[in-house]
Every structure is written in structure tokens, then in C-alpha cells.
């Protein structure tokens, strides 16, 4: 098992944009199989590149967590191309161990990426697998389910961990 550290809200580079990914070369097949093992060992359903520090338009998504090898889905510069409706669902990230809150999410989109044979690809997702495409397409651009709450909720969530990283518990 090839399992990686998955990096915390406060860690530079999940609040920066990441960077779109040229050329599918040997260490991007490699770096999308740890994260596919990184993300069945958590376990979660879906994980970005910079939550394992690495600053690239890379997604993994398996609502199955590794039961359905045909669940799998790895995207390299996924694009949201349209987004219909809405849904209101409780909402996690491996990136925010302990934290969950209702999130406002299309409930139907259309996304565009490359997989890792260089062919592109154009998935519509509903429910839980659209709001899967929108929490790692925004890690991609620095943002985290949290930023989509209320300025109130979200302070009082970023007190939350900062009271943590002092005490050392984050
Ligand atoms: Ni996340």
C-alpha cells in the first residue's frame, strides 16, 4: 500500500490554485494510484491532489470506496461545464477531520476532463456523485466546503481550528 499523508485545512497549498496538468507522464499515473489507495484507506470517496500536497488538476472519485473496481472515476483537469438544481446535504472532507456541515450543491452537473489515457471524458453526475465533482473541483481552486457556508458559520468553524492548531490538536 502506497498511502499518503493527507494535508489540513491551514496547509498553504490546498489554498492556492492548482496547477493544470500538461502532459500525462509516468508520475501522474503514479501519484493518481496512491491517491486512489490514499483515498479506499481513509476511507473517503473522493480526494484532490494538493490534499496530498501535490499542486495539480487531479481528481480521484469512488462512491464505492474500493467495493466497485467500475465506480472508479480519475479526472485530470475536471471542469464543471454546467449545473443544474439544488441540494442540500451534510458534507465532510478528509481535510477537515471532525467537521461536517449542510452544504448547498448543484444537483446535477456535467463535467469535462482527461482520464489517464489522454482521452477525454464528459461524465453527468447527480446527487451524491455531482456533489462529489463540486467538493474536489473546488479543492482545485483552493477552496474548501466551508467557504460555501455563512461568513458566520464559517468564522466560527475557522476558530474552531485555529484553537486546535494552537493546542496542537489539528
Ligand atoms: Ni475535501
Not at 56 to 82: F, Y
Not at 96 to 113: D, F, M, Q, T, Y
Not at 150 to 160: A, C, F, M, P
Request: glycine share 8%.
Amino acid at each position: 500500500m502506497k498511502v499518503l499523508p493527507i494535508l489540513k485545512y491551514g496547509n498553504e497549498i490546498l489554498h492556492r490554485k492548482a496547477e493544470p496538468i500538461n502532459n500525462i507522464n509516468e508520475a501522474i499515473v503514479e501519484l493518481a494510484q496512491k491517491m486512489v489507495q490514499t483515498m479506499h484507506a481513509a476511507p473517503g470517496i473522493g480526494l484532490a491532489a494538493p490534499q496530498v500536497g501535490v499542486g495539480k488538476r487531479l481528481i480521484t472519485i469512488d462512491l464505492s470506496v474500493g467495493k466497485d473496481p467500475s465506480k472508479l472515476i480519475i479526472l485530470i483537469n475536471p471542469e464543471i461545464l454546467e449545473e443544474e438544481g439544488e441540494e442540500i446535504l451534510e458534507e465532510g472532507c478528509l481535510s477537515l477531520p471532525g467537521i461536517s456541515e449542510n452544504v448547498a450543491r448543484p444537483s446535477k452537473i456535467l463535467v469535462k476532463g482527461i482520464d489517464l489515457d489522454g482521452k477525454e471524458r464528459k461524465i453527468e453526475a447527480f446527487g451524491i456523485l455531482a456533489r462529489a465533482f463540486c467538493h474536489e473541483v473546488d479543492h482545485l481552486n483552493g477552496k474548501f466546503f466551508i467557504d460555501r457556508l455563512s461568513y458566520l458559520k464559517r468564522n466560527l468553524i475557522k476558530r474552531k481550528i485555529l484553537k486546535q492548531i494552537k493546542e496542537g490538536k489539528w
